[in-house]
């Protein structure tokens, strides 16, 4: 149980375009989904942290305008990369926290989405 | 921003070595977890170790925490070329579940 699956696995897009990435959870309700950053050969940077229902709330240094998390059921939140360029070409990983285990500190990742931006 | 350091940054042993990866975080913490993500994949949880916890076991793997040093470390015993990898450590603070997460450390596992 409680696994997370992410769509699309790799999307190549033109500069200037928006993608869009889910993140689900397939066999559990998620309160908490957060979304990640990872370029190569470096760590996990947290980007936001969204609740179902409620807007995302952002690190800092992240663009809410172009990072656009939205959260609708306890299932999916959706990631969407508007007028994306090249610098924002990266790994993006997400991970939900199970509404069953509220309380504990366990987070279950999607197997990313490769994103570059020609 | 990152909670802190893991060192050493890449590792390379012969199968069959023990390897042990350091983590070193720079405020207090409600637990420290230890993920495994092979490359270009998504991250798996290996073991997570409470701020009241010195040691814990899983397999052929160890953890320790020292809370006076801020420190944790990841053993595993009879590497295996399998176990070639990146290894995060992150942290969780007292405030809520948010991932910290430690800059890694690649290992290489030579068969």
């Known amino acids: 149980g409680a696994v997370v699956s992410q769509h699309p696995s790799w999307v190549i897009c033109k500069s200037g375009t928006s993608v869009k990435i889910e993140c689900r959870s397939l066999?559990?309700?998620?309160?908490?989904m957060f979304w990640y950053r990872q370029f190569p050969k470096q760590s996990l940077m947290l980007m936001a942290t969204s609740n179902e229902g409620s807007k995302a709330t952002y690190e800092q240094g992240v663009e809410k305008d172009k990072f656009l998390i939205n959260h609708a059921s306890l299932t999916l939140s959706t990631l969407t990369v508007t007028s994306a360029h090249p610098e924002d070409s990266s790994f993006y990983i997400c991970s939900a926290s199970a509404l069953e285990r509220a309380g504990t500190d366990t987070q279950y990742f999607g197997p990313g989405t490769r994103l570059t931006v020609l | 921003s990152q909670q802190g350091e893991e060192d050493p940054q890449a590792l390379s042993i012969q199968e069959g070595e023990n390897a042990t990866m350091n983590c070193s975080y720079k405020?207090?913490?409600?637990?420290l977890q230890w993920y495994r993500q092979n490359s270009g994949r998504g991250l798996v949880h290996l073991i997570l170790i409470r701020s009241n916890e010195r040691e814990k076991h899983s397999g052929r793997l160890r953890v320790t925490l020292d809370t006076s040093k801020k420190s944790s470390s990841l053993l595993i015993t009879a590497s295996r070329a399998a176990d070639t990898a990146s290894y995060f450590c992150a942290t969780v603070h007292n405030a809520g579940n948010m991932l910290t997460f430690g800059g890694g450390t690649r290992l290489m596992v030579k068969p």
């Open positions: 405020t207090s913490i409600n637990n």
């Open positions: 066999d559990f309700q998620a309160t908490t």
